[in-house]
Structure formats: structure tokens, C-alpha cells
């Protein structure tokens, strides 16, 4: 069974946002074990500077870093190629043939990645061109890996 770790900086401050992720966690544990980490962010000024966010990125990156056990790593970010989702099934089940036990889906703060922990992964995945909330993004994420799951397993629930 393929372990899924979901490396997001920060808490889910809204309920839903919560209670939404952990039915999709919950689901996605019938096809794989789940683990949820979430650093805290760094703290930074109402307007920092771009030296201020560049260096908040890397100490959020080590966290990050503190975090990964091995594996393929991939980080989510707008510049990242974005796939329908039996692509990313595909590549999940690919993964686990070419003996990958475990995969990282790493999601900044606000700020997103620094660019030196974006290079030390495997891919860049993007959800969409478009800018949701950060909360709506992780269930969004939560949902897609629970579909690619569902499609490997020949589910009902990707139709």
C-alpha cells in the first residue's frame, strides 16, 4: 500500500475546509496510508519585502524539508504543468510499479515554495491557472488524489 503524505504550511482555519479534507483523507485510506503535516508558516509583515518573503520561503522550505521521508516529491504551484486526472492516475500507478512507496504533495503558504525546494522534487503540479483560496485548494487536491485513487481501483466514483 502506497503511503501519501500531504505537506501543506499552515492550519485550515475554516471548518468546512477541515471536515472536507478529512472525508477525502478518510475515503483515500481505503487505497493508501495517509499522513497529514502542516508546518507553521512563517510570520512576516502586512507588506514585506521580496527579501523578506525570499527568506521566510527558505525557512519554510526547511520545515518542509524536516517533514519528507523519502519518496517521489511533488510540489503544487501555479507554474507546474497541470494534468486531467487520469493522468495523475497514471503516473501514481506508474509510480507504485516502479516501486515508489511513497509520495509527497507539498503545498506552500501564501507565498508558495521556494524556488530551491521546488527544484529538489520530482514534478510541479498545478491545479488550475486560475487563484483559488488556500483552504479550497487543499480540498481540491485531497479530492484529486482520492479520484486518481478511485480510478486505479476501477471505483465508481470517477465517472
Known sequence: MMTVNFIAMGKLKEA???EACAEYQKRLGAFAKVTVKEPEPADL??????????KALEREA?????QIRGGYKIAM?????????EELAARLEN???????????????????????????DMRLSMS????PHGLARVMLFEQVY?????IN???YHK
Open 77 to 85: 504551484c501555479v507554474e507546474g504543468r497541470s494534468m486531467p486526472s
Open 147 to 151: 479520484r486518481a485513487f478511485s480510478i
Open 62 to 66: 526547511e520545515l518542509i524539508r524536516a
Open 95 to 121: 509510480m507504485a510499479g516502479n516501486g515508489i512507496s511513497a509520495v509527497n504533495f507539498i503545498v506552500g503558504s501564501s507565498f508558495g515554495l521556494a524556488e530551491s525546494l521546488k527544484r529538489e522534487c
Open 154 to 156: 476501477n471505483s465508481k
Open 45 to 54: 509583515p502586512q507588506e514585506p519585502s521580496r527579501a523578506l518573503i525570499d
Open 129 to 132: 491557472p486560475m487563484t483559488f
Open 16 to 18: 468546512y475546509f477541515r
